[in-house]
């Protein structure tokens, strides 16, 4: 009986081996059926305003994931509902929530290289330096990672969800399961601010409550290597408008007597920024400290300053951290429109009525969004201007020479699992075990996700484990994903499926 039971444990042990080694192996095998699952949930439309083509699209995943256990619900929210499925592995075990959008931006067919955005194209780079279609029958033959499907959506975010999908689907044909429970989120419209999503919050907190949450959206690192994402910046947003006369007035007759509110504004701005990028409104770094262990984090991270410069066709960067990664660790304030009272075409001359600039202030987690918004009132207050939340009265105009109307909106803030924590280190362990390499950890990336408050409101760490190639063209014309980054990504959700949490 003993013997009986040493030859089963060994024969597990072997397979159990054996199932990791030969994951290489079973994606090939595997590979161009998933290419081909790609093509057909890419070539469903996915603009939530087509609400028949979005039930199309949910209909398309019900049917593949619930082959492998997993039970759906459809959550009712305040727009287009929220897909959910579940797959209960063992009560014992952990819960990991994963969270995928179905949804992708808008096109515009014109700026497209190929007919329709919603037929997907297999694409092969010409010696003429150009992505040139070429037939899905190559595919029967010997794929190139470097071939790459062009199409809405390809990359963001299909790609992952048929990337975790192919490595569920590798498990049950080798007889195995995840190394824990699973809940996964489909949003129907994360690339509209997720409104419906978050709806669902507070209503369905515990259909989402879980141990731990994994994002799977965005591009890896420019190195195409595995990567972990461990926060992302919050966003905040204010307009600052001056004021000259009440109307706008001829440059030839009151040139020279009437204040140009374009040069009031200018003026106000520079008291704002240094020359070398770094902000001068009093405490907008407070709380942040870049201690040498949070520094050899960063460090670590494979960037090439001068290629990213080389890239961007800049000198120098802005002096706010030392590198790419250490000024994401720091609160931006951007100037991302400035306008004026004519809105015509071409030039006149004109003293312009008003002049307004509007501006975007990246979060991290030291900083929250509200109390950013008020240093800047405070700031421009400091400077002697009367600051409203309205246009001025004549009355006010009159009596005070510097006037601002100053709107504020404190937007989402930042989140960050620490990159130590027991959930980080689980898979950073799991993935350079799988890769032979640790993967990138970037401790905070500068986007901002629209699901942040889902994070903060759950309170469950989340991590963002990115799987598509860095030049997807993610929410521009010719989209697309590289058959490489496919593969990859098929084998990072296995290495993540077989973690004990």
Known sequence: MKKSILIFLVGLCICNSFAQSDWDKTIDDKLVSVLFSHKELVGIPNLPRDIESMYKNISWVRKRYKKLGFEFQTLASSTLPVLFAEKKVDEKLKTVLFYFHLDGQPVNPAAWDQKDPFIPELKAWSPKGEWKPISWDNLNEKVDDDWRIFGRAAADDKAPIVMMLSALEILQGKGQQPKFNMKIIFDLEEEYGSNGFLSTLEKNKEIYEADYMIIMDGPAHNSNQPTLTFGCRGNAKCSITTHGAKLPQHSGHYGNYVSN?????????????????????????????ITPEIKEMLDAVPDNTLMINKGLKIKEAEKVGRTYQESLQYPSFNVRQIGTSWKGKGLKTVIPEYARADIDVRLVVETDGQRQIDKIKR?????????????????????FSKIITFKGSAGVNAFRTEMNSPFGEKLRKSLTKTFGNPPVSIRTMGGTVPIIPAINTLEIPAIIVPMVNMDNNQHSPNENIRIGNIRQGI???????????
């Open 379 to 399: 700031h421009i207050e400091k400077q002697g201007f009367l600051v409203l939340d309205r246009y001025p009265t004549d009355e006010e105009r009159l009596k």
């Open 491 to 501: 084998k990072i959700c296995l290495s993540i499926l077989n973690t004990e949490m």
């Open 261 to 289: 509110p374009v040069f009031t504004l200018s003026r106000l701005l520079s008291t704002m920024k240094s020359e070398d990028g770094k902000v001068l409104i009093d405490g907008f770094y407070d709380g942040i400290t």
